[in-house]
């Protein structure tokens, strides 16, 4: 299982709540889709029991010592944008500051599943044969809700509210 999250904006209990259910339903891999915001959330995301992968975010400031921070706990910089390989689907990771290249990706075939946040709204939806998904915000500072996703490659995704 994968768990999905993005737009946690410094939100240290919202960070940890999403940390606890992902450790919780024994994930394997995170998938972070940017706005993290600052280096010091790494120590939150240390407690995770899963390999973390993550994109920059518009609102990113330093992503220098974001990146250096995260390396320190095992996490994986994608810069901009992932490709990777994860559970036998092939994943783009991307934060989705513009819809273009978003659907894009989805419509390209390239990809079994594209991860995208920025909106801060989750959603999932399907393109030919790709899902998109938004996990929503982490943060819970535009909706009012503090969301992620679980995907099981068998079972589909699910939208959580932590």
Not at 21 to 29: D, E, H, I, W
Not at 58 to 79: H, M, S, T, V
Not at 137 to 145: I, N
């Amino acid at each position: 299982m994968i768990g999905i999250m993005s737009d946690s904006h410094d939100n240290m209990d919202a960070i940890k709540d999403a940390v606890e259910l992902f450790n919780k339903k024994k994930v394997r891999t995170v998938l972070h889709a940017g706005d993290i915001i600052s280096p010091f959330t790494a120590s939150a995301f240390s407690k995770l029991e899963a390999d973390l992968y993550f994109v920059f975010g518009n609102n990113d400031g330093d992503r220098l010592l974001l990146k250096q921070k995260f390396d320190e706990i095992g996490a994986e910089c994608c810069g901009d944008f992932g490709d990777l390989e994860i559970e036998g689907m092939r994943i783009a990771l991307i934060h989705g500051i513009y819809e273009a290249p978003v659907d894009s990706l989805a419509e390209s075939g390239d990809f079994d599943v594209v991860v995208r946040g920025h909106t801060h709204h989750a959603g999932v939806t399907e393109i030919n044969d790709t899902l998109l998904i938004n996990p929503g915000e982490t943060a819970g500072v535009l909706t009012g809700k503090r969301t992620v996703a679980l995907l099981d490659p068998e079972l589909g995704v699910e939208i959580v509210e932590i």
